[in-house]
């Protein structure tokens, strides 16, 4: 079935995992093995339903969760031979789930790029945090990948865990960098009030949250200073190794995303699909979209996001692209105090600007 449509980038979602993290409130299923199949069935059903979206070729093609790589072997073989062919094809991984029978079925699959979470190599961090992998599962799971011949992987690191101290940050960024992957995502943590992970660690978090500037700037210059280029807030690359899906958000391009939970925007709409499994099965049995809330974008709304996003990255936003969203006034103040750039070339936050982050583009918003 050929694309009719322009939509480039594609997310399928895939919520299945061993267990559930204490701090992560992604839309995820634990166990279900049962359901994977009839899940993989809906997911090309609803793929089919959207398909005229899609460009006959796509540039990107994300596999995200849950723990994509807990779906059964057979049936993520199935999904990914399925799908439409892309210049890049991601598959998020977690270590304990990556054998060398794993990554020969990605390679062979078509995969190109493998994000693996990590998270933390300190063993202490990593029973904080709930995880079931253990350090060594981490490097196991790398030179896996490495074997199979995957030449573009990244690493996901959280800074800021209960118990974690700036010593714990500088080994975990030494780790990362001895494995040598092209690219590494760090991520301040974030627990959600009401959480039983805020329930436990709360008073800790608190304490954590007083640290985190230092962290990040720990982050960046660790990374910059290894050869990284610091492309996103909480993204480093070797040359030419940007996650280009990523990039497709950042840079405010429409996505088509399935999967309960998926959220898609195309245009003017966006609509999320609901987390019901129960629910997401049974419309696509019946030849339906799953049940989904949408949203109308408004011409204010889509300059704001592009703003917003684009002020993430290295790489200036065109003022005359975003120029409506902009206040003028903020502008030139933020100028005088070396936060932001405003030139030909467009819009940029300066190095300190890039550290304050969302304070800054909070201020330039009309």
Known sequence: MSGLGGVRHLYVHLPFCASRCGYCDFVTLVGKAGRHAAYVDALLAELGLERDLLAARLETVYLGGGTPTFTEPEELRRLLASLPPAEEVTVEANPETVTPALARLLREAGVTRVSLGAQSF???????????????????????????????VSLDLIYGIPGQSSSDLDRDLEEALALGSEHLSCYELEAKAGTRFMHAHGEELARQAEAMEGYFQRVVETLVGAGYRWYE??????????????????????????????????????????PSLGRYLAALRAGERPPRENESLGPAVKLQERLMLGLRLDEPVSLAAVGGAVNREALARLERLGLVTAGAGGLLLTERGRYLGDAVTAELLV
Request: charge should be positive.
């Open 122 to 152: 300190q063993p202490h961090l990593l029973r904080a945090l709930e995880r079931r992998a253990g350090p060594d599962d981490v490097r196991r799971a790398f030179y896996h990948l490495r074997d199979a011949s995957f030449d573009n």
């Open 233 to 274: 807030t909480a993204n480093f690359c070797r040359a030419g190794r940007e996650a280009r899906h990523n990039l497709g958000y950042w840079l405010g391009h429409d996505y088509v995303a399935i999967g309960i939970g998926a959220v898609s925007t195309v245009g003017k709409r966006r609509w999320r699909n609901e």
